[in-house]
């Protein structure tokens, strides 16, 4: 999942209040606001490791029932593969988040590209079907790398682009990870075909191993070349006020505590969580519910996944022109939740009918919808809980999709070995419906809307 933009732009909006600018000083007055040539390069780069460090992800999970053979281990500890990525998540979160904001940038951006090179070469230690534990540990690395990635877009926006720019720079960074995991649905069914000689399997694996760890090997040498952690001149009047104040003492766990006390981003939180976490349970296990309606079609289920990434990035898209347009946050997220729980009961049913282009547009439309709901989660919980740190919000939200991620992947893939796939689905559908409801009660306090009505007024 990628935490969309709303924290970049909200910082451009509020640094500009006139409040701030007399606290600001002379100093700001006199910083000239110019904009950084390197600034494409730098979120081009960001987003290229992001997209490396995804592909790793769901790398494993697109070909499960390979992996499954060549190490001898059952379908379940190839789930905790990609499970890894959420766990690991869950604690790291704020030691990062906090790192971020007392080491800046540049810190950031050389843990995350060395640790996700660091796995990718762990892996290439684990050719042999006896060493399934070497692969978990370069897994483990590559996710504590997910861990210094995810936090990232919208700081980037915001330190390196105008603030005519910053929602364009904030996509490019976010888009990078929805592409990694695009392309980790189609490659490896590709590079790693399902052949029966475990020798050849090996050679097939490590090609596809080198590949990765080449990689993420040379944009980590490029990060320490090319990845600065500020301009020289700040990109926008926001970015200046914001470089020239006395930095305070931000204390994250009373924001934490601020917000755990506010009913409607409680409300969202879970819901946002409820909905994220399908999607990345039907992410894990899509690979095994094509194959057993459709054997022998690895390659196809590969394309599924890509279907449902690439129609998930349009919809997105559309989703964030459609609220800067329209601020209809509350309305719009209902109805994409309704539209997810459509889509989800439309997948579970046609699934099963034996007419594999059937799947393809039924998975489109679900990731349509459902991918298409990530941004607008981000930004209605910045509305809901504005003035705080949008890091911080978007940091619960995405907490909340892990753990509720590792629920329903285990839930779903102990209940699909059971009862069958329609039955899994069937559970994850009952959830969304759940979070529909919850949706309805979340009630749209508009506080960041209501700041910029005051600030025009005054």
């Known amino acids: 999942g990628g935490p969309a933009c709303a924290a970049g732009m909200v910082r451009q909006e509020t640094a500009g209040a006139p409040g701030l600018a007399a606290a600001g000083g002379a100093e700001a007055a006199a910083a000239e606001v110019r904009l950084s040539r390197r600034r494409w390069a730098v979120v081009l780069l960001f987003s290229s490791y992001s997209l490396c460090n995804a592909f790793q992800w769901i790398q494993y999970g697109s070909v499960s029932n390979v992996f499954v053979r060549f190490y001898g281990v059952s379908a379940f500890a190839i789930d905790w593969?990609?499970?890894?990525?959420?766990?690991?998540?869950?604690?790291?979160l704020f030691p990062v988040a906090w790192l971020l904001d007392k080491r800046g940038l540049r810190i950031i951006a050389l843990a995350g590209s060395a640790l996700n090179a660091l796995g990718a070469w762990v892996k290439l230690g684990s050719l042999k079907p006896h060493l399934f534990p070497v692969t978990v540990l370069g897994q483990v690395i590559c996710s504590m790398a997910q861990v210094f990635i995810l936090g990232m877009p919208s700081r980037i926006a915001s330190v390196w682009f105008g603030s005519?720019?910053?929602?364009?720079?904030?996509?490019?960074?976010?888009?990078?990870?929805q592409l990694g995991i695009a392309v980790g649905f189609l490659v490896p069914p590709v590079l790693v075909p399902n052949v029966e000689d475990v020798e050849k399997l090996a050679y097939h694996i490590s090609i596809m191993f080198f590949m990765t760890a080449g990689v993420a090997t040379a944009l980590f040498i490029l990060v320490i070349i090319v990845f600065k952690e500020k301009p020289p001149h700040p990109p926008s009047r926001a970015q200046a006020l914001i470089q020239s104040r006395p930095t305070e003492e931000y204390s994250y766990v009373q924001s934490i505590l601020r917000l755990l006390h506010?009913?409607?981003?409680?409300?969202?939180?879970?819901?946002?969580?409820?909905?994220?976490?399908?999607?990345?349970?039907?992410?894990?296990?899509?690979?095994?519910?094509?194959?057993?309606?459709?054997?022998?079609?690895e390659v196809n289920?590969?394309?599924?996944?890509?279907?449902i990434v690439l129609s998930g990035m349009v919809g997105a898209l559309i989703s964030g022109i459609w609220?800067?347009?329209?601020?209809?946050y509350k309305q719009t997220t209902l109805v994409v939740y309704i539209m997810s729980l459509v889509g989800m009961i439309a997948y579970t049913f046609t699934l099963s009918l034996g007419h594999l282009w059937v799947v393809f547009i039924t998975a489109g439309m679900l990731g349509f919808f459902m991918t298409g709901y990530l941004p607008l989660g981000?930004?209605?919980?910045?509305?809901?809980?504005?003035?705080?740190?949008?890091?911080?919000?978007?940091?619960?939200?995405n907490v909340s999709a892990q753990i509720f991620?590792?629920?329903?992947?285990?839930?779903?893939?102990q209940i699909m070995d059971r009862f069958g796939?329609?039955?899994?689905?069937?559970?994850?559908?009952?959830?969304?419906?759940?979070?529909?409801?919850?949706?309805?009660?979340?009630?749209?306090?508009?506080?960041?809307q209501q700041a910029n009505l005051d600030n025009e007024q005054t």
Request: with cysteine; aromatic share 12%; net charge neutral.
């Open 405 to 413: 991620g590792i629920a329903f992947t285990i839930g779903q893939g």
């Open 421 to 448: 796939t329609k039955a899994g689905n069937l559970f994850l559908c009952s959830f969304l419906f759940l979070g529909t409801v919850m949706t309805a009660f979340i009630k749209a306090d508009l506080q960041r």
């Open 301 to 307: 289920a590969g394309r599924i996944g890509l279907t």
């Open 378 to 397: 981000f930004e209605f919980a910045a509305e809901l809980t504005y003035p705080e740190s949008e890091g911080t919000s978007s940091g619960l939200l």
């Open 81 to 92: 593969l990609s499970m890894s990525y959420m766990l690991t998540y869950i604690p790291l």
């Open 262 to 297: 506010n009913a409607n981003f409680l409300l969202l939180m879970v819901t946002y969580g409820l909905n994220t976490g399908c999607f990345y349970a039907l992410s894990t296990l899509l690979n095994r519910m094509v194959i057993h309606h459709y054997p022998g079609q």
């Open 164 to 177: 005519r720019e910053v929602s364009t720079a904030c996509s490019i960074a976010v888009f990078g990870n």
């Open 323 to 328: 609220l800067d347009r329209t601020k209809t």
